[in-house]
């Protein structure tokens, strides 16, 4: 048996204080920013096409969204 399963709140306190690693604090703005861009694109997509026939919206919104 471990100290964590006999006092399992004597070590969560750590556990959620834990600086996020080198890896996550590097990708994490990466990923943000790329999730900003996609998400403008998508918002300028939907402004741009707004009058358009609702079905060839859709299939046009999946066939960029899928990258065909």
């Known amino acids: 048996m471990t100290l964590q399963s006999f006092f399992p709140s004597v070590l969560a306190p750590?556990?959620?204080?834990?600086?996020?690693?080198?890896?996550?604090r590097l990708i994490g703005p990466i990923v943000a920013d790329r999730q900003r861009k996609a998400d403008a694109y998508v918002a300028d997509h939907l402004r741009r096409h707004a009058s358009e026939h609702r079905n060839q919206f859709i299939l046009e919104l999946e066939r960029r969204l899928l990258g065909q």
């Open 14 to 24: 750590a556990v959620a204080e834990r600086r996020p690693s080198w890896w996550a």
